[in-house]
């Protein structure tokens, strides 16, 4: 008991706290080991070839279309997300719409082949889409704003080019069971240069369908002269301004090149018919 008395007392009168630099140096001794410990080592596989341990893998084109199609389930099943029950007409007249414009621009149309249309139950005017060909217009914009077929067959036309061609602000979405119209939105919009490209490809896709490319312009006129309907859909007034202007400025430049192409000036009375049903709700 008295030699454990004397080594403990030997022990405290030989131990000394450590010093402020030795603690400084202990501490970015053990940053430096636990930055390491997070570093991917190459390693060799089997035939020589290197791999990164837990390697990151960027999401792939494929990837990134997959992930945004799939956001169509949980969209639809958002509290307050209502569709319209097409019937066989309504659904027969636009699916021949789409197929008119993806048939006679099939060297525009790599992998899309047909699409489908889906009627949002909403009073606000809009339109947007994913990839894979899933389109949706809303039940406001149909009623109160398409006053042509050919008008309708432009803002096919601008959805069906950008979930051709995957443009869209890439982003991931985390998924939690539902995705409010808003969010929704926010995913199609896109930049003004970006904007103006799905543009001048769609006014050529209208015209080469046959129809008349003066309601493209009048599209976005109408949505200028609307700013406040149309707000949801384009998020910035000042937008939709200059996107009138520099359309504008396309078309004059490329009048010419319209002429060979024979334009339905009249709607077909497919297109009346589809419009009534949805105003009046009988479809």
């Avoid at 910035?236 to 024979?262: C, Y």
């Amino acid at each position: 008991m008295k030699s454990l008395q004397v080594f403990n007392l030997h022990y405290s009168n030989h131990t000394h706290r450590p010093s402020l630099k030795a603690g400084v140096y202990y501490f970015f001794l053990f940053l430096l080991v636990a930055s390491c410990s997070t570093v991917r080592i190459p390693i060799k596989d089997s035939k020589g070839g290197s791999i990164v341990k837990n390697a990151y893998s960027e999401m792939s084109e494929k990837d990134y279309k997959d992930h945004l199609a799939s956001l169509k389930t949980p969209f639809l099943a958002t509290p307050g997300a209502k569709t319209l029950s097409q019937g066989h007409v309504t659904k027969r007249y636009l699916d021949s719409l789409v197929s008119e414009i993806i048939s006679t621009n099939e060297i525009f149309f790599k992998e899309l082949k047909t699409a489908n249309v889906t009627i949002l139950d909403s009073e606000s005017p809009l339109h947007f889409s994913l990839p894979k060909g899933e389109l949706f217009l809303s039940r406001g914009l149909i009623s109160k704003y398409i006053k042509h077929e050919s008008m309708l067959v432009s803002i096919l036309s601008f959805e069906l080019v950008r979930s051709e061609r995957l443009i869209y602000p890439k982003q991931t979405i985390i998924p939690v069971g539902y995705i409010p119209l808003e969010r929704m939105l926010s995913l199609n919009r896109l930049e003004l240069e970006e904007k103006m490209e799905v543009h001048k490809w769609a006014h050529y896709l209208t015209v080469r369908s046959g129809y008349d490319g003066e309601y493209y312009l009048s599209w976005l006129q109408t949505q200028n002269r609307n700013t406040a309907d149309f707000i949801l859909q384009v998020g910035d007034a000042n937008l939709i301004n200059r996107e009138e202007a520099l359309f504008k400025a396309f078309v004059i430049k490329n009048s010419s090149d319209d002429d060979d192409v024979l334009a339905k000036k009249t709607s077909s009375k497919n297109f009346y018919t589809f419009i009534n049903s949805i105003r009046d709700g009988v479809l």
